[in-house]
């Protein structure tokens, strides 16, 4: 979790019940599964956010996805390859988004 | 698209038309850019067929998904994280395709 | 809903509480309100079904589409468009279950 | 409608049809039929437009639901236990808007 | 589980690592979560798999809800309010499920 | 798209790959297709980003909607339509945005 988000969660981010099962359920036993490389678990997560249209949960992994090293030019390429099976939409919001996440991320590691 | 599918399309599978856009379009503008692996798109592909709950394209491309490489272990794996990003049942349903597939992989092989 | 389907349903088709609200509300008061031809209704019904992946419904509307004359060449048309704003796997399903119609439709006219 | 929102809807909040209809069709047919109590009715509301991300009308609905009694508590183990059929998601999404909710409702109380 | 289901699920009946997640942290961590009784619990998984047209789940979780005592007549009324919320279509089909359950089920009885 | 949107896209509005795709597959070589009315690929685009949520890219094309003559009645109509397609909130989203959209072209138009 620290990994991907740079930080632990601050408490009260989320209700406290949630926040224990998504640290302890989520990240501390489907994350942490062998299977499958942690840049993997990235990039089938945001892909599965941006095809939902869920744009604040989108964001948060975007940021992730920067933090461990995958690139802007993957993203983009993702997203275009994703306007195909989820509709243009899907696309147009991601890339607008992965468009401010790493302009700020860029603008952070200077 | 051979690659993939390990054949071309049969004529009249589709409305012509969508077919040739298919063909020239997806098949030949967009799965060959660079940026991405294959076996990424094949990968991105599967999880937002999944997560969307697109059954038959879903697959169709874990056929493409076997025939390129990818295990069926991966697979799984990555069925158990989409649970948490799209709902159990989209799990359950890709799991349950992904075995009917990936056996009828491994017969055809021997 | 006689013209749009070529019949009254059968009874027993729905659940009978359910079946008088769409004859009495959905079919009596909102398909035969002025403001949109009975075409124009056809169409985004037919448009909402295929993205939204109701294919049981597609089916009925798109029987219901032929039955007021809307071609079958048209139909072709909305679902390559739709393609682009819901994605390639509601266009393949909605071409397929358009081609099923239409053939039946085209049978049972001669 | 009032019992549940605590004020009849303003005019000019909808479209005048759209709201005419809301008020006879939807909250006056079918929200007053037997078979379910009111609670019921809000709980499988607010469940049903937290799956599907309508976040606009889940914060009505909520209010909705504070206005009747339905707890804090209760409202936050919904969102914990659709967390798992719908994605991670919308249950932090539903908790954010149910968390500014009842911090509001609970504040107009004292 | 057995409660809801009538019986433990056969072996084999889903991929083995996720069968065992779906026992220990779904059915075993989280419907066990006091909170909810065990028909609220149902009622709200119903309605999700209900407006998200996860149809075959659905058909599980009806049996489900059969067995533990939630009655056809609030399942159909649950159906005909959902139609407003996540569209007719999904109501139709929910009926028409549920209709298959009940129908088998009121059998069994006898 | 000039005719449509009243002006050709800002560079930098998108990712510029997507923005070429965009321009020559999507507007060059899908919309300018025969077979539909300009006012028909409107219609149903403007119906499947509402059953969709696509709230931003909706704004958009009832902007284009607008200037190409589709009244602010025939939108409200279909609206009131799609609420029983793709549920309430759909159509409750939807008239708040063609309000806006509306409001703002026939305000410019003076």
């Not at 930080?7 to 998504?22: C, H, L, R, V, Y």
């Not at 940021?63 to 090293?69: K, M, S, T, V, Y």
């Amino acid at each position: 979790m620290k990994e991907l988000f740079g930080s632990e969660p601050k408490p009260g981010a989320m209700q406290e019940d949630f926040q224990d099962i998504t640290a302890e359920h989520l990240f501390g036993d489907i994350w942490t599964r062998p299977g499958l490389e942690l840049q993997e678990r990235s990039m089938i997560t945001v892909t599965a956010l941006t095809v939902l249209g869920r744009e604040q949960q989108l964001k948060t992994h975007l940021r992730g996805a920067a933090n461990i090293g995958i690139s802007r030019k993957k993203i983009n390429e993702m997203m275009i390859h994703l306007a195909h099976y989820g509709g243009w939409p899907v696309a147009v919001n991601g890339l607008r988004i992965a468009g401010e996440v790493f302009d700020e991320h860029e603008k952070n590691k200077k």
